[in-house]
């Protein structure tokens, strides 16, 4: 069946409309940041100037207080090994 003018009106309309049709997919969305969509309203967005950000505060203190608080819930299970290994090596250096 040949395609009549209206036919192949309408395909020229889709193919030139903003959606930019994907053959394979339908319909092509577009880039990153670019997909297609309406633009979206009521989206409220805050930043903090970069000259007024600490990126390293409180660092140290968290490290300190973190190392701590880490060391203090694993070490009944690494320091009874140890503790064995260390007892087990004088013994066999004794021995």
Known sequence: MRPTPRLMMQATKAL???AHPDPK???YMGWW??????????????AVS???QDPM????????FNTYR???HQI???????VLGYVLMDWATER
């Not at 505060?57 to 300190?64: H, L, R, S, T, Y």
């Not at 009944?76 to 140890?82: K, Q, R, S």
């Open 70 to 72: 880490r060391t203090y």
């Open 76 to 82: 009944l299970y690494w320091l009874p090994p140890l």
């Open 25 to 27: 997919n339908g319909v």
């Open 50 to 52: 970069p000259n007024r």
């Open 33 to 46: 940041g670019d997909l297609g969509s309406q633009t979206q309203k009521g989206i409220v967005t805050y």
């Open 16 to 18: 030139r409309s903003g």
């Open 57 to 64: 505060a409180g660092a140290v203190k968290n490290a300190v």
